[in-house]
């Protein structure tokens, strides 16, 4: 209710008696969204640090609304959480990843891989082992192409459930990553107990680097522990040419941000694949935001 203009007041406006921060409208909003098909997907390149070579690529989810334009994830994400939608949202993204992957990989006549978001309450349904077999079913790719991203908050909820629920999906060949490493409430105890294969460095640690000192200790820190353990360390939201030449001097073997690619329609995704071309020349998110 904040916003100005027309459409957004009708939009953002919140019914009296609603929970605070929980906008009933958008949640409407939400809903004839699913219906419409204004949800899709954006694929980020996580490219080799070194050269620069495409990997793979994360899904992000993205909402397009006729109106309200490009609404960001941290605004529809947690309401989906809330409401269950992101069960649904979770189930069409997992199967829309693994399709895409296919052609991502035949127009680029090599192997790459695929690194989907799984929410805490996605990971705690009762289905979303169906779900899971399911997509790969359905697209023919084999689980050793699909990294699943999960939080250490989703571990910790029920460790035990969590450890049932990662075998089965270990046992379908799929990798554990790790997303926003270091800033969950959690032990390190779990990278012991759990079949993890990625850490996913969060950018809260990288956008300052290479200058800050404390920010440079525990990068270079959770790279020696990753390498002992034997993961393998994504670095997120690398910007800059100075952050990427630290990383890799420090032997990040991966990196994944706005430096090598920006997140990007699956046409734009294919276009890199196809030349070959670094997509820095390529367009960028921001273009793309225009409603
Ligand atoms: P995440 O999984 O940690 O995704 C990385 C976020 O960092 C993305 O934000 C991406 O656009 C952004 N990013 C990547 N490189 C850079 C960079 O160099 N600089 C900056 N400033 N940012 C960068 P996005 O797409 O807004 O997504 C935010 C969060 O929403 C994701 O964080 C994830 O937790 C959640 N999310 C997005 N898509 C999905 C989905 O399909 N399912 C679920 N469950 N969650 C999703
Ligand atoms: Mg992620
Ligand atoms: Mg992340
Ligand atoms: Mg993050």
Redesign the pocket.
Known sequence: AKETGKARTVVYSVREGAAPGHDISLEAAMFSGVREGEFQ??F?PIVDARSRTIEGF?????WKHPTLGMV???RF?PIA?TNGL?NL??AW?LKAACMQLRQFEEVAGRELYIS????PR?FRNDRFLEVLDDALALSGVPGSKLVL?I?EGTLMVDPQHAETVLGAMTERGARIAI??FGTGYSSLAYLKRFPISVL?V??AFV?DLPGEAKDAAICSAVLDLAKHLDLSVVA????TEGQLAWLDDLGCHYV????TG??MPAHVALAALKEDLYTEFLPH?DRAHQP
């Open positions: 997907l954006y980020q994360e899904t992000l989810m993205r960001p994830p941290v994400i959480e992101i949202l979770g993204a989907v978001n799984i929410s996605q991203e939080t997303d926003d996913k969060d950018r956008k997120e939201g690398v910007e994944q941000g706005f430096l920006k997140p998110e």
